[in-house]
Structure formats: C-alpha cells, structure tokens
C-alpha cells in the first residue's frame, strides 16, 4: 500500500477545522485565507487522483482497509472508482470556491463558519469515498450537522424552521437508512459495501423473501430520494435554499443532493437489483414528475432562489430517470447500451448540475450582495448595465436549459436517449420538461431580470457589474461547462468505464 | 476459591434496588441523578459479569460496559447543566415544585 | 480533393470571429465588424472553392465525402461526429456564406457605422450574427443528426438574442409584442418542434444504434425501418420509419414556422432587418426544409405512409393560410415575413409529394431573392427614418432607385414573373411535378390538393407583392418620412445588387431538359441525379406564367392605377369586410394560443406549486413536524386542513379549472347544448358532493375532533408534572410485568 491519498484527501479538512479552531477568533482575515491556501491542497490532490486514476484496470483503486471495529466488522474502507473520482473533484473544486466567495461575503462569526464548513467537506468527502456501510453512515451524519448550523446561523430571515425542516427530513431518511443497514449487516455479516454487493443478492434472493427485501430496498430509498430530493420528499429544499448563506446553497445544491442520488448508483442499484428493477417503475413515475411538476413549479416562483431551488428538483429529475431507466433495463435482455447510456447520463448530470447550479447560486448571491432583494420583478433591463454579469449569467441559464454545446445537454440527450429505448412513455413525458424548463429560464429569469428597461430611480448607481473576485469564482465553473458541453468524453470515458463495469456485474 | 455468578447478580440486584428507590422517592434533583447512575452501575456490574462467567473469549460484555459508561457521562454532564439551569432560574432543586409538564 | 479536408474549417473561421469579439474586439466597433466580415468572407471563399471542386469532381453525388473522429463513449461503442459534403450540402455552401456576407456587410450600414445613430452595442450585434453564421454552417456540413441537432440549436440561440436584440424597446400600445417578448416566443415555439425532433432522433437512434447520414441511409437500415412496425396508443400501428419521420418533421415544423408553430415568425421582425433577412430568408428557417431534404430517403423509405401526406399537406396548406394573411398586412417586413413561411411551405409540400430537386431547387433561389427582399425593405425603413408601415410610404421610386429596381427585381422573382427571374423556374417545377402526381393518381390524391392550393398560393403571392411594390414606391409620399426619403449609403446598395443578380440569373440554372435539351438541366443533374426528371407541363407553365402577372397586374390596379391618398384607407378593407379584419389578425392564431396554451401552463404552474407550498406537501411536513408536541390538534389539524380541505379545494379547483378550459375549448354555438349538459350534470355532481361533505365527512371530522377532545380531557387527570410519578408507573407496570411472566 503505498501513498495513502484517500486518507489525505479526506482528512485534509479536518486538520483545516482544528487548525481554524486554535487561530484566535479575532484574527478573521487569518482564518479566512488560511482555508482558502488550506483547500488548495484537497483540489490539487483530487486533479491528481483523476489523472492517476487507471482507467484501463477499472474497478475500485486507491483502496485503503484498516480494522476499525473488530467485533463488529467494522472497517475503514475507502476507495474510489470512475463514479466516484469525478464526484471527489466537484465537491474540491465547489468548497475551493465556496472559502474563497466567502471570504468576501461571510462577515459574522467568520471563525465558526469556516469550522462547519471544513467538517461538511469532510463529510461529502466521507460519503463518496466510503466501501463500508458504518463509515458512510457516519459521514452522512457528519454532513448533515454543519449544513443545519450553516442555514440556522448564517442564513436569512425565516432561517430557523428552515434549518429544522432540513434537520427532521434528512433525519428520516437517515433513521430508514440505519435499519436497512442494519437489515444488510444481518445477513451479510459484514458492513463492507463491495461485499454485500457480491453477496447480499445470494443470500436473500428477492424472489424467496419479497417482503423484508422490499421493506430494505424501500428503507434505503426513501433516504436515499429525499437527499436527491425526489418529489414528494422534495419541500425542505426551496425553505433550505432561500435561507441558507450563498455558499451554503452552492454546497448544498452543488454536492450534498449528489450523495442521495451516489447513494442509489453505488448501494440501492447493485446490492439490490432485482428489488429496484421490479420497482423501477415507482422510482421511474416519481421521476417523471420531479421533473415536469418541479419544472412547472418554477414558472409560479417570483424569488429568484426559490425559483433556482425549485430547478433542481426537475434537473434531479433526470439523474432518477436515468437511474430507473438502467435498474429497469436489468429485467430486459439486449439493452445493455442504452442502460450504460442512461447510467452514464445519470451521473454525467450529478456533476453538470453540481457545476451549473453551483454556479446558479452563486450567481444569485452576487445580485442579492448589491440589491437585498431576490425578487424577480424588482429588477429589468440589467443586460445593459451589467454586461458581464448579464454574460455569464445566460450561459449558466442556458447551460441548465440544455442548450447543446453546453454541459447540460449531454446529460438530458444521454438520459433520454438510454430511456426512450427501455422507457418510452417515460422518456415522452419527460421531455416535457425540456420545454418547461427553457419557458422558466428565459421567461422568469432573464426576461424579468435581465431585458427590459433599466429602473433607474430604484437601481441607479446602486448595482455594479461583477468584482473580480466574483468573476474569478464563476470562471471556472463556466470552463467547466463549454469543455463538457464540447468534449464530453473527457469526463464520460471515466463513468463509462464504471457505469458498463458496474452494470455486467447486475 | 471461585465465586459464584449469583453473588455478582444479588450485588447488582441490591444496587439496582438502592437506585431505584432513590430514583423514586427522593425530591433532591441531585439525588434523583444519583440513583440512576446506581442503577446503570448495577447493569455494569451484570454485564462484566455474565461477560466473565459465560463468554470470557468474546469482548462484548466489557465493551457495552464502556458503552454503558460513557452514556451514564454524558447523561450526568446534561441532567447536572439542566438542574443548575432550573436552580438558576427557580432557586430550589426539589422536584415537587417543578412541574411544567402538568396537564 | 484537397478541397474536402478544408471543410471542417468553414464554420470555425465565424466562430473564431465571434469567440474574438466577445473576449477582447467589443470595445472597437470597427475591429469588431472587421473581424465578422473577415470570417464570414474566409468561409465563402472557402465555401465557393469547395463548391466548385464538388462541381467539377465526377460522379460526385455517389460518393460523398466524410471526415470524423470519435466523440464520447456509449457503452461499448463510440460516437462518431464529423463534417460530410454530398450535392445538398455543395448547393448550401454555394448559398448560405454568399447571402451571409452580403448580409454581414450590409449590417454596418444598416447598425449606423460611422453615423450618429450608431446602435450601443454595434460590437455584440456582429458577435451574434457570427456565432449564428457558424450555427448555419455547421449545420449543413454535419454528418450525423446529432451535430445537426446541436448547430440547430445554437441558431435557435442566436435567433433568441438577436430578436430581442433591442430588448429595451417598449410600445404604448401594451398589446404590441415587443422585442423581448418576440425572442422569448420565438424561442419557445421553436423549441416545442425541437424536442418532438429530439424524440424522434431518440427513436431513430434507439432502434439504428447510430446517428450518422452514410448510416442511416443505408438500404439495409431504410430497410429495417420501414420493415419495424410500431404501436402507439391512441394512433393505432404503423411503420416505424413513419413514425421517426413525422417527429423529426416536428422539428422542421418549428423551425420553418410551418402551421400550426408559424406563430412566432412574424413577431421575430421585432429584431433588426438585417437579422430578419438572416434568419427568415437565407438560413434559419431554411433550415427546417434543408432537414427535411437532408432527411428525404427516411420520407421515402414507405411509399405512400402517412408521413407523405402529412408534410405534403401541412405545406401547400401553410402556403395558401399564410398568403392570405399576407395580403391584410400593412407593416412592410411582416408582409415579407407571411410571404416567408407561405414560400417555405411551397418547399415542404414539394419535399412532401416527393420533388426532392425542385423543393432543393426552390430553397436556393428563395433564399437569394428574400434576402434580397428584406434587404431591400430595410433600406427603405431606414431611408424612411425607421418607418415600417406602408400606408404611411409611397412615392419611393424617386427617392431611392437602387433600393427600388432591386426590391422589383426580388418582388418578380417572388411572384415569378415569366422567363426572366429565378423564382419562375423553381416554382413552376414543384407545380408542374404536383400536376404531373396528380394527372398520375387522380383528383382524390395528396398531389390534387397540393397543386389546388399552391396554385391559389401563387396567385395571391403576385397580388400582394404588385401591393407592396405599389403601395410602398409608386404613387406620392404619404407622409413626412416618406417625402425626406433618402438613398442608403453603398454598403447597403451594393449587397442588394449582388443580390439581385443572382435573383434574376439563378433560376436558369434549373431550366426543364425540354426547353434546352437532355441533359443540360444543370441543377438536377447535380443534385438529383438518382431522381427522375419532372417532365415539362406546358400548360402548368402558362398558367402560373399567367396567375403571376395578372397577380401582379392586380396588384398595380387595386394600389398602383390611382395611389392610396394620405389617410386614405385599403380599398380591401371594404371589399372584404369582416373577412380582411380576421386575416389582419392573423386568423386570431396568437389569441388562441394565448388562452389556451400560454394560460394553461401559467395555470398548471400556479397550480402545482399551491399544491406544493399550501395545500398538500408542506402542511403534510409541518403537521408532522408539530405532531409530536400536541397531538389532539395535530390529528385536527392533520386530518381537517390539509387532506380534506386541501383535497377538496383541489378537486374545486380542478373542477373550475377544468370548466374554464371546457368554456374556452367549446365556447361555440354548435355545441352549447353540450356544454349546458356538462354544466347540468356538473352541477348535478356538485349538489350531491355538496351532501355528502355536510353529513359524512364533517360528520366524521367532528367526531374525530370531539372524541380526541374527550380523551384526552380525561387523561388530563393523570398528567400530574412530576416525573417521578411517571416513573413510577413504569416501574409498577415493569414488576407487573416481571410477576405475569414469573407466574405464568
């Protein structure tokens, strides 16, 4: 075993968090770089990872395993493969630029802030890196805590039932998701994810034991579907968002949405197939209208970040779709390619929607910094007077719409394109959102917000075009974007490799 | 000379019982926390001991023990800020006076 | 053949201007237009070299030429993209970066370089219009339906940004679409087509495994489509390559602004001139009839499926339906932009009845002369200091000479005026081959129809255009704009020249064998040679020679004999009556719309998100949140506010909603007696829901409400306060427990 650069990766945040808390509280501007150099580390190490990487060997690598917990089988099992490592890099690449927005705008309580958010990157870390049931657990709950503390201090007016909205759903989930593990743990005897993987199906065939198999599978879902969030799981989320500090809704929307739907590729998919093929169905229904009712639900927003949150149930929608469309595949001979397809779609759309709503947060935050205001009717005819803003703004707004040539695209045409071969009508009445989804952007946001005329008695000389910290946040973000939406390869060559992986194992 | 098992279990029992009736009758706050630590005291006691008499080669009996520990800790660290919390703003510890919860 | 591996280079030299211009040019508005004329130059060159080579390469229909690389993984596959050059391409590089220079370089006078007037954000403009160059080049050199798909798109971006290019603008009158609002319904229309195209391409992709032209085209794989039968509910079995070929048709339907999608071209001439004469002559809605021509062995794969009928119909329909209209407008460009989509749907309904060379032939030579034409009428808006409504021209033809012999060349060829213009000979070829179907089949066939109303179509095309021509440059100036009316400055006039030119000439490119002998039919034998000739109908020759002239003849008497005085108004007006007020309105298409579809997803939206935020999802959260601290209200309140009442308001609400949807859809006198019933019945309904709601379900919500209330007054009693109480209850019923089970 050589370089341990999981382990690095992953506890990197914590030395940060203990660090920050021996600086004394007064020395802000301290705490605040020290976490911006701090998070450089992570990102360059997570470049790294999906550089060395070995795509031809496939399969988990970096694999760490140290006994934590004998008695029980408990162990520290980290390791990464094609699904994963791009998802490591976002979450790098989102808290790199979340420390570095904040250092601008995070003027209370800089200390506490930059503690919780180094713990919740360790967290995310935690969950897309763990092969052991107890250890992701564990890092699930670890997100969840700095994520209620970032929203209940730091966050806007209604900030309190907010953060306990967010608190009791994702506790829900997590309590189901326990006693399912605990389900898998009994019969496996071991907690080690790779392992139920391989056995659980032949232990407990889901033909002979529908019921406690069901009850599992269904157990795992539910905390799975509200992370993700799927209707009708989905309310805490507009409440979670329009209160929570920009970089709490960036991470939030960016990474922490991601474990629901990483936690249905990597444990509800392969450990129990059979169950999810034969309730592909269910997961399908709710996915076609995550997509189409939340895409609807936007047009009836007026706050531009209620509007944004609302976005992610629909794009959401997808990266379900896909994943249904793949788990009812498995039930089909001869659709492995469209399944991979889907798949592939599925996750391609985590990291485009990590990177584009990301960058919809962000965006948001930067107008709201200027204006106290996220109403949509209270600006107009910015286009003319903040150009560059007005720029970026429309190609993360086109990007989310699915314009080709844009990131967004190729995870909608992959998506689609696996489904409509194993799902048709599925696929049909999703594409529904496709529409929906360009009215609420170009009419909501841009026609009210951007086009127009300028009011000049409320704005003038009150809102300036982007600072160049601004610009040097979102910059990246947009790269990422064009480079997706032109080469797509470069980022599906990694998940297809995993996806057709994971999928010949099914 | 090996003792046996039951003397381990009626000292527990004993303990249990002193517990439980300071957990019951007493007004004092203070006391009432400390009877339940003898009760969680005496369910260590079980447990080391089942552990030594009946499974020696397995760490479970001594490791629910800790367990069991570090719960009693926590719960004395929140029972003991609660009481000074309620001291602070009633000025009496007696637990007849305290009844918030009445229906 | 060198040629050939240049291609992928024609739409990356306006794209590189467009990447220079947004990151570093925009601040020099010469160096901005400089850079978009350069690109756009070094693609036509490029693109006439390429041309020419195809011309003069042998046999080159049979072998076309591809250049790809591998795009991303599919499973175990790879996607292929690249460039591909066949006779339908060479005719679209011929055309489309020859009309966008001519475009490019009349935009700077038109945009006010060098003038007073020149508009704020001169440097974007051309940032645009050369992003959307790059759109249109792309798109006819891609080699699969993806890249098609993707370059489609982009235009439809450009298009979005370049309508509402003056997003400020605002009108009194708050029922005139403005700019912004015309991009949004551009967009938005446009892109309904696309994602039935989408659908489409998912199908054909899902069932080939690939999406390259060379593939897809292939005998086996047309084959297998037409072989595959498929069901759809509600339509009943049919031919998969049917299927697949009405849904990519959707796309075209948008994108061409065929009926029923035609609704946002006319509001798109909101944008500048010179973007309608890029978008609605040369390149975007062309678009729509080079993917059908593109996609036309997938028509063909089943002879006489319904998809035939389909375009054939929705064409020559759109055709006649939009030339009506054409005839009631007064705004100079939104005449031009009906005569658009009426020539547009005279290309679909020839792709439709199978004259592939004669609907390639016509997008050609349309593309030249409408260009030409808004061209044209933007010289004469900005010669008329921005006024667009003819009523308030007349008398140009002195004023402006140029600008009026062009616009008179581009008019003949629209109405196609005998022998001399380019628009006679692609029109009379797609009527004389629906003429030549229908002698063949009969009067009760697709081809009958399609000759009817294109032929109506054609003679309503004469008339307005003689209207245009008279209203706008005989006569006398009938207002202030008129009588200061100037010549536009040359890098105006010199595009329209060009222009007119190929206007005239073009069409003898494509003169029937008959006339000029075998094998000199220069257009066909390029572009169509595995197709057979249409042959020469003379009587279908003199008969759209005559509807053309006398068309125009008509025009010249009803405008042109005794010019419109000031204020003075349309004599049509009284002609027609109530008739010419509904063609001014377009047939009420945009008020439809409106009502129904723009509502209705206003409506579903407001609909879903009370459902989401009032009445169902959040009070389910809230209730169960607050469950646990009082459980007596909560269950009042989990069971009365939300479930019931949130249950019955949406059932109220749908009810009215849906109500309101009936009134709307069947607000007709012929099925008002229906709709009576539907409202007995539904009143009928209401009554006895209404009774049951009384005595059932508040019966039981009171119930529910007065025994927790009981309840929980008694076990009030117990509730004492102290803990240890508790306690000790536990510990009674823990021994009790412990004895039952000792003494068991």
């Given at each position: ?8 990766i ?7 968090a203990?660090v920050?808390w ?5 020395k802000e501007?301290?705490i605040r ?5 701090l998070s450089f580390?992570p990102?360059a190490?997570s ?6 990487y070995?795509?031809s060997?496939g399969?988990?690598?970096f694999e ?5 917990i004998?008695v029980?089988k408990?162990?520290?099992h980290?390791?990464v493969d094609?699904?994963?490592?791009p998802?490591?890099?976002?979450t790098?690449?989102l ?5 570095f927005?904040s250092a601008y705008?995070i003027?209370k309580?800089?200390?506490?802030y ?5 713990l919740l990157?360790m ?5 897309f890196?763990?092969?052991d049931f107890?250890l992701?657990?564990v890092f699930?709950?670890i997100g969840l805590v700095?994520?209620y503390f970032l ?16 608190f ?6 997590s309590?189901?998701m326990?006693l399912?593990?605990l ?6 005897g071991?907690?080690d ?7 659980f199906?032949?232990i407990?065939p889901?033909?002979a034991?529908i019921?406690?198999?069901s ?7 539910v ?7 799927s209707?009708?799981?989905?309310t805490?989320?507009?409440?979670a968002?329009?209160?929570?500090p920009t ?10 949405l991601?474990?629901?739907a990483?936690?249905m ?5 392969p450990i ?7 309730y592909?169905?269910?997961v399908g ?7 189409v009712?939340g895409?609807f639900v936007?047009?009836?927003q ?16 997808y990266?379900m779709?896909?994943?249904a469309?793949a788990?009812?595949?498995l ?8 399944a991979a397809?889907?798949l592939?779609g ?6 485009n929607?990590?990177?584009i709503?990301g960058g919809?947060f962000?965006l948001?935050g930067?107008?709201y910094e200027?204006a106290h ?7 107009g005819g910015l ?14 707004g086109f990007?989310?719409l699915?314009?080709?040539?844009l990131?967004?695209?190729w995870?909608?045409?992959?998506v689609?394109r696996?489904?409509?071969d ?19 952007i170009l009419w909501?946001?841009i026609q009210y ?5 300028f009011n000049?008695e409320?704005?003038?000389g009150k809102l300036v075009?982007?600072?160049?910290f601004?610009?040097?946040t979102m ?7 064009f480079a997706?939406g032109?080469?797509p ?6 998940l297809?490799?995993a996806t ?7 | 000379?090996?003792?046996?098992l039951?003397?381990?279990l009626?000292?527990a029992a004993a303990l ?7 957990a019951?009758?007493?007004?004092n ?13 005496a369910v260590n006691?079980?447990?080391v ?7 020696p080669?397995?760490l ?7 367990f ?6 926590a719960?004395v660290?929140?029972?003991?800020a609660l ?9 009496t ?11 | ?8 280079l024609?739409?990356?030299?306006p794209?590189?201007?467009f990447?220079?211009i947004?990151?570093g ?6 160096l901005s ?5 350069g690109?756009?130059g070094?693609?036509?060159i ?8 195809a011309?003069?390469t ?9 250049l790809t690389?591998?795009?991303f ?6 996607f292929e ?5 066949d006779p339908?391409?060479?005719i679209?590089l011929?055309?489309v ?5 001519m475009i490019?370089?009349y935009?700077?006078?038109?945009m006010g370089?060098g003038?007073?007037h020149v508009?704020p954000?001169?440097s ?6 050369s992003?959307?160059?790059t759109?249109?080049?792309?798109l ?5 339906l ?16 370049l309508?509402?290019?003056?997003f400020?603008k605002k009108y009194p009158d ?8 015309a ?6 229309t ?5 994602v ?8 054909l ?7 390259t032209?060379?593939h897809?085209?292939s005998?086996?794989?047309l ?13 009943g079995?049919?031919p998969?390559?049917?299927v697949?070929?009405?849904?990519i ?8 602004a065929q009926?029923p999608l035609?609704?946002?071209l ?7 001139t ?8 040369a390149?975007?809605v062309s ?7 593109r996609?036309?062995?997938l028509f063909a794969?089943v002879e006489h499926g319904p ?11 759109t ?9 009631a407008?007064?705004?100079?460009k939104k005449v031009l932009a009906y005569?658009?989509?009426s020539?547009?749907?005279y290309?679909?309904a ?5 004259a592939?060379v004669?609907?390639?032939?016509h997008?050609?030579t349309h593309?030249f002369?409408k260009?030409l ?10 010669g008329?200091?921005h ?6 021209m ?5 004023k402006?000479p140029?600008?009026?012999w062009t616009?008179v060349?581009?008019?003949f060829?629209?109405s196609?005026?005998?022998?001399i213009t380019?628009g006679f ?7 004389a ?6 002698m063949?089949?009969?009067?009760v ?5 399609v000759?009817?109303l ?10 307005y255009?003689?209207?245009q021509?008279?209203?706008t440059?005989?006569?006398?100036p009938?207002s202030?704009?008129?009588?200061h009316a100037?010549?536009?400055p040359?890098?105006?006039t010199v595009p329209?020249m060009?222009?007119a030119?190929f206007?005239?000439t073009?069409g003898f490119?494509g003169?029937p ?14 572009v169509g040679h595995?197709f057979?000739a249409?042959?020469?109908?003379v009587?279908v ?7 053309a002239v006398s068309?125009?003849?008509?025009g ?5 004999r ?9 004599p049509?007006?009284?002609a ?8 001014k309105?377009k047939?009420y298409?945009?008020e439809?719309y409106q009502a129904?579809?723009v509502?209705?997803?206003?409506g579903?939206a ?9 009445w169902?999802?959040?009070?389910l959260?809230?209730?169960v ?5 009082a459980?007596?209200?909560g269950?009042y309140?989990?069971f009365?506010?939300p ?8 059932a109220g ?9 009936l ?8 099925i008002?007696?229906?709709v009576?019933?539907?409202?007995r019945t539904?009143a ?8 049951i709601?009384?005595?059932?379900v508040d019966g ?11 309840v ?9 306060g102290?803990?240890q109480n508790?306690?000790?209850?536990v ?8 004895a ?5």
């Amino acid at each position: 075993m050589g370089f341990p650069l999981l382990t690095v990766i992953l506890f990197f945040p914590l030395l940060g968090a203990i660090v920050v808390w021996l600086i004394p509280k007064e020395k802000e501007q301290l705490i605040r770089w020290f976490s911006i150099v701090l998070s450089f580390i992570p990102l360059a190490l997570s470049i790294y990872l999906w550089i060395a990487y070995t795509r031809s060997a496939g399969g988990m690598q970096f694999e760490e395993i140290y006994n934590w917990i004998p008695v029980l089988k408990i162990r520290y099992h980290v390791g990464v493969d094609g699904i994963s490592v791009p998802l490591v890099f976002l979450t790098s690449l989102l808290s790199t630029l979340s420390h570095f927005y904040s250092a601008y705008t995070i003027k209370k309580q800089v200390k506490e802030y930059y503690l919780f958010f180094l713990l919740l990157q360790m967290g995310m870390y935690g969950v897309f890196m763990s092969l052991d049931f107890v250890l992701f657990y564990v890092f699930w709950e670890i997100g969840l805590v700095p994520m209620y503390f970032l929203i209940g201090i730091w966050g806007g007016a209604r900030r309190e039932y907010a953060a306990i909205k967010f608190f009791l759903y994702t506790l829900i989930g997590s309590v189901a998701m326990l006693l399912a593990i605990l389900y898998v743990y009994f019969n496996v005897g071991s907690f080690d994810i790779l392992e139920a993987t391989e056995k659980f199906h032949l232990i407990r065939p889901f033909a002979a034991n529908i019921v406690p198999v069901s009850l599992a599978f269904w157990a795992f879902f539910v905390g799975f579907a509200i992370k993700v969030p799927s209707f009708p799981f989905h309310t805490w989320l507009p409440d979670a968002h329009t209160e929570a500090p920009t970089a709490g809704s960036v991470i939030l929307a960016g990474i922490l949405l991601k474990l629901g739907a990483y936690g249905m590729v990597r444990i509800a998919l392969p450990i129990f197939s059979e169950a999810f093929s034969y309730y592909a169905w269910v997961v399908g229904i709710l996915a076609v209208i995550s997509i189409v009712y939340g895409a609807f639900v936007c047009m009836a927003q007026w706050d531009l970040k209620r509007l944004i949150a609302y976005s992610s149930v629909s794009h959401m929608g997808y990266v379900m779709l896909g994943i249904a469309a793949a788990a009812f595949a498995l039930r089909m001979p001869g659709k492995e390619t469209s399944a991979a397809i889907a798949l592939n779609g599925a996750v391609l759309q985590m990291f485009n929607h990590g990177i584009i709503t990301g960058g919809l947060f962000f965006l948001v935050g930067i107008i709201y910094e200027q204006a106290h205001t996220r109403e949509l009717k209270a600006f107009g005819g910015l286009a003319s007077k903040l150009p560059t803003y007005y720029g970026i703004f429309a190609v993360t707004g086109f990007a989310s719409l699915g314009l080709p040539g844009l990131a967004g695209f190729w995870a909608e045409f992959m998506v689609f394109r696996g489904a409509f071969d194993i799902i048709p009508i599925y696929a049909v009445i999703g594409a529904v959102g496709i529409v929906v989804t360009a009215g609420y952007i170009l009419w909501k946001i841009i026609q009210y917000m951007f086009l127009g005329t300028f009011n000049e008695e409320r704005w003038g000389g009150k809102l300036v075009d982007m600072a160049t910290f601004e610009k040097v946040t979102m910059w990246p973000l947009v790269l990422f974007m064009f480079a997706i939406g032109v080469y797509p390869a470069f980022i599906v060559n990694l998940l297809n490799d995993a996806t057709t992986a994971l999928l010949a194992k099914l | 000379m090996v003792i046996p098992l039951a003397w381990y279990l009626i000292v527990a029992a004993a303990l249990f019982c002193i517990g439980l009736y300071g957990a019951l009758a007493r007004r004092n706050a203070i006391g009432i926390l400390m009877g339940i630590e003898l009760m969680l005291n005496a369910v260590n006691i079980n447990l080391v001991a089942f552990w030594r008499y009946v499974r020696p080669q397995m760490l479970t009996g001594q490791l629910f023990a800790i367990f069991v520990m570090t719960v009693a800790a926590a719960e004395v660290a929140v029972g003991l800020a609660l009481v000074i919390a309620i001291y602070r703003s009633r000025d009496t510890v007696n637990v007849e006076e305290i009844d918030l919860l009445r229906g | 053949m060198f040629m050939f591996n240049l291609l992928w280079l024609i739409p990356l030299f306006p794209f590189t201007a467009f990447v220079l211009i947004v990151l570093g040019a925009n601040p020099n508005k010469k160096l901005s237009h400089s850079l978009a004329i350069g690109g756009i130059g070094l693609s036509w060159i490029l693109g006439w070299l390429t041309f020419f080579t195809a011309v003069f390469t042998p046999h080159f229909g049979e072998h076309p030429v591809r250049l790809t690389f591998d795009w991303f993984p599919t499973g175990n596959t790879w996607f292929e993209t690249g460039v591909m050059i066949d006779p339908l391409t060479a005719i679209m590089l011929f055309m489309v970066p020859f009309v966008c220079l001519m475009i490019f370089i009349y935009s700077v006078g038109y945009m006010g370089y060098g003038t007073e007037h020149v508009d704020p954000r001169y440097s974007r403009f051309f940032a645009y219009i050369s992003l959307f160059a790059t759109g249109m080049l792309g798109l006819i050199l891609a080699d699969n339906l993806l890249l098609l798909f993707i370059f489609w798109e982009i235009m439809g971006l450009c298009s979005y940004l370049l309508i509402g290019f003056w997003f400020e603008k605002k009108y009194p009158d708050p029922r005139q679409i403005t700019p912004k609002q015309a991009g949004l319904k551009a967009f938005i229309t446009t892109r309904i087509g696309d994602v039935i195209m989408l659908l489409g391409m998912l199908f054909l992709y899902s069932r080939v495994g690939n999406l390259t032209f060379e593939h897809i085209f292939s005998h086996e794989t047309l084959h297998m489509l037409a072989e595959a039968q498929v069901t759809l509910p509600l339509v009943g079995t049919l031919p998969v390559a049917t299927v697949i070929a009405i849904l990519i048709f959707g796309g075209a339907v948008g994108k061409s602004a065929q009926f029923p999608l035609h609704v946002w071209l006319p509001d798109a001439m909101e944008g500048p001139t010179p973007v309608s004469a890029l978008i609605h002559a040369a390149t975007m809605v062309s678009a729509g009839v080079y993917l059908v021509a593109r996609m036309f062995p997938l028509f063909a794969a089943v002879e006489h499926g319904p998809q035939v009928g389909v375009v054939a119909f929705i064409g020559a329909f759109t055709a006649l339906f939009a030339s009506t209209i054409a005839v009631a407008q007064n705004d100079i460009k939104k005449v031009l932009a009906y005569s658009t989509i009426s020539q547009l749907g005279y290309m679909i309904a020839a792709l439709g009845i199978g004259a592939y060379v004669a609907g390639a032939f016509h997008l050609i030579t349309h593309s030249f002369f409408k260009a030409l034409l808004f061209l044209g009428s933007g010289s004469v808006i900005i010669g008329c200091h921005h006024e667009q409504d003819m009523m308030h021209m007349g008398g140009l033809r002195q004023k402006m000479p140029i600008t009026f012999w062009t616009f008179v060349a581009g008019a003949f060829a629209l109405s196609g005026f005998p022998l001399i213009t380019a628009g006679f000979w692609s029109k009379d070829e797609i009527l004389a081959h629906a003429w030549e179907g229908f002698m063949h089949e009969g009067v009760v066939s697709w081809p009958f129809y399609v000759w009817l109303l294109l032929t109506i179509a054609a003679f309503l095309t004469a008339f307005y255009t003689g209207r245009q021509i008279s209203l706008t440059f005989l006569g006398q100036p009938r207002s202030h704009h008129a009588e200061h009316a100037h010549e536009t400055p040359h890098s105006m006039t010199v595009p329209l020249m060009l222009l007119a030119f190929f206007a005239l000439t073009l069409g003898f490119a494509g003169i029937p064998e008959e006339i000029i002998g075998h094998g000199r039919n220069w257009f066909h034998h390029f572009v169509g040679h595995e197709f057979a000739a249409t042959p020469l109908s003379v009587p279908v020759m003199l008969l759209s020679a005559v509807l053309a002239v006398s068309g125009l003849f008509f025009g010249w008497l009803v405008y042109g004999r005794k010019p419109l005085a000031k204020g003075q108004p349309d004599p049509l007006v009284k002609a027609l009556g109530p008739v010419h007020t509904v063609l001014k309105n377009k047939y009420y298409f945009d008020e439809l719309y409106q009502a129904t579809v723009v509502r209705g997803a206003i409506g579903l939206a407001e609909l879903f998100f009370k459902f989401d935020n009032r009445w169902v999802i959040d009070p389910l959260v809230n209730a169960v949140g607050r469950g646990g601290a009082a459980l007596a209200s909560g269950l009042y309140r989990f069971f009365d506010l939300p479930v019931i009442d949130g249950a019955v308001n949406l059932a109220g609400k749908v009810g009215v909603a849906l109500s309101v949807a009936l009134f709307h859809f069947v607000d007709m006198p012929i099925i008002d007696s229906a709709v009576n019933l539907v409202g007995r019945t539904g009143a009928a309904l209401s009554a006895a829901w209404d009774w049951i709601d009384l005595h059932i379900v508040d019966g039981l919500v009171n119930f529910s409400g007065w025994f927790t209330e009981r309840v929980g007054r008694a076990f009030r009693l117990i509730q004492t306060g102290r803990v240890q109480n508790y306690a000790l209850v536990v510990v009674a019923a823990l021994i009790l427990l412990v004895a039952v089970y000792l003494l068991r």
